[in-house]
Nanobody, 123 residues
């Protein structure tokens, strides 16, 4: 059974940093494309950043370019999202997702999802 578990969310002040983790069990995450998505209250879920499996091609939404970094630790079967210079508008539930194929960094192209972790940016 494929399972993804997110962690690392929390409350942080504007300008602060968080590192989100997406740990996989039941499968080898290195063989999968992985995406980070977020959903703010009253808004649709949106793609934040994605990474392909073999080539490691990365994608960042404009909202996170220059501030967010996605990376893999294959030994730990984990994908991370380092978020710096956080803004109040980054407040959302953050989800990781995985799929064997990497079509696009959109919700419809990912089949396995974690339960999410809350990120709140506020002073």
């Amino acid at each position: 059974q494929l399972q993804l578990v997110e962690s690392g969310g929390g409350l942080v002040e504007p300008g602060g940093s968080l590192r989100l983790s997406c740990a996989a069990s039941g499968f080898t995450l290195a063989y999968y494309a992985v995406g980070w998505f977020r959903q703010a209250p009253g808004k649709d879920r949106e793609g934040v950043s994605c990474i392909s499996s073999r080539s490691g091609i990365t994608y960042y939404a404009d909202s996170g370019k220059g501030r967010f970094t996605i990376s893999r630790d294959t030994a730990k079967n984990t994908v991370y999202l380092q978020m710096n210079s956080l803004k109040p508008e980054d407040t959302a539930v953050y989800y990781c997702a995985a799929d064997l194929l990497f079509g696009s960094c959109t919700e419809r192209d990912f089949s396995s999802w974690g339960q999410g972790t809350q990120v709140t940016v506020s002073s």
